[in-house]
Nanobody, 120 residues
Framework: QVQVEESGGGLVQAGGSLRLRCTAS??????MAWFRQAPGKEREWVSC????????SDARFVKGRFAISRDNAKKIVYLQMRDLQPEDTGTYYC???????????????WGQGTQVTVSS
């Protein structure tokens, strides 16, 4: 079973920033992705970074506000979020993709996630 640990969530006001971090037992050689799930909604893909870090992709709703990065030496993937809005509220999860490149696929195993709450 893949071990995943997300952290860095919290309560912020609209327009604020947070940096999420994630460590995972499945990391080396894999693209890493962030997902989120708002209350009452389906889980959605947010952003992905290739194993080398050279390729990144974001969901349209990110609109340049989030930046994914990874530190392969430390085996950590980050999601820097700025200009957060109430609609960004939800539980954020990270997971390894199926290969070194981003595919947009959803994993079968999930961590506990980290809660992000944005107040208006």
């Amino acid at each position: 079973q893949v071990q995943v640990e997300e952290s860095g969530g919290g309560l912020v006001q609209a327009g604020g920033s947070l940096r999420l971090r994630c460590t995972a037992s499945k990391f080396d050689g894999y693209a890493m992705a962030w997902f989120r799930q708002a209350p009452g909604k389906e889980r959605e893909w947010v952003s992905c970074i290739s194993a080398s870090g050279g390729s990144k992709s974001d969901a349209r709703f990110v609109k340049g506000r989030f930046a994914i990065s990874r530190d392969n030496a430390k085996k950590i993937v980050y999601l820097q979020m700025r200009d957060l809005q109430p609609e960004d509220t939800g539980t954020y999860y990270c997971a390894a993709d199926q290969s070194e490149y981003c595919s947009g696929s959803f994993p079968s195993d999930w961590g506990q996630g980290t809660q992000v709450t944005v107040s208006s």
